[in-house]
């Protein structure tokens, strides 16, 4: 799978758009990119996942370049609770052999919403 | 609400202890997950499964045994625990088809002392 580069760390102000950047340079036709969030001591939670097209749903919106080597998740009115590490992964959508349906975790983007 | 359930939050075991960590889902997902958490280091997998009696090794199965005998449960063992296996340990699911998103458990934190 490929490897994904994400800034340490981020802040926001609340009410503000929360927009974490990723690289994947190395991304592959059927590799998709996913978003995972980490709040302080709970288990890692799903945010959204895309192929090529921009994606949107409850929690945020997803944007992938058209050259798919790098994406932004947008938390579009970050509230203190959306304090957290953010996770980009890529991940073939290939079925079979050993290595499908592993994810892959980075170190993450450590995003601060602040008063 | 579905959910994914670890069975113990926090954990303390002795040094040579087998160590017992359980964790089921509601959701009838095919796929299951251990995965271990350590300051620096992020998670790693430790084993999955993606069926009944299937068990595939990830990245660091050292130490480590699962056991899947039914579908909506899958155990990680800890054969005879050692100090630095103390960690945060995140069991996971999902359906098969790739474009799912997984679910997380609450973690179980072992210590062993």
């Known amino acids: 799978d490929a490897k994904t580069t994400q800034p340490t760390s981020m802040d926001c102000a609340e009410g503000r758009a929360a927009n974490l950047p990723c690289n994947h340079s190395?991304?592959?036709?059927?590799?998709?990119v996913y978003w995972y969030r980490q709040i302080h001591s709970q288990g890692p939670q799903y945010i959204i996942h895309g192929l090529k097209n921009n994606e949107t749903n409850e929690m945020a919106s997803l944007i992938i370049t058209e050259d798919r080597k790098s994406s932004t998740l947008i938390l579009p009115h970050a509230t203190l609770r959306d304090t957290a590490v953010y996770y980009c992964i890529v991940r073939s959508g290939n079925a079979g052999g050993t290595s499908y349906g592993k994810l892959t975790f980075g170190q993450g983007t450590i995003l601060t919403v602040h008063p | 609400d579905v959910k994914v359930t670890q069975s113990s939050r926090y954990l303390v075991k002795r040094t040579g202890e087998k160590v017992f960590l359980e964790c089921v889902q509601d959701?009838?997902?095919?796929?299951m997950f251990w995965y271990r958490q350590d300051p620096g280091l992020g998670l790693r997998l430790i084993y999955f499964s993606y069926d009944v009696k299937m068990k595939e090794k990830g990245d660091i199965p050292e130490g480590y045994s699962v056991s899947r005998e039914k579908k909506e449960r899958f155990s990680l063992i800890l054969e005879s625990a050692s100090t630095n296996q103390t960690s945060m340990y995140l069991c996971a699911s999902s359906f098969l088809q790739h474009n799912y998103g997984y679910t997380f458990g609450s973690g179980t934190r072992l210590t062993v002392v």
């Open positions: 190395t991304i592959s036709g059927n590799e998709y």
């Open positions: 959701m009838d997902h095919e796929n």
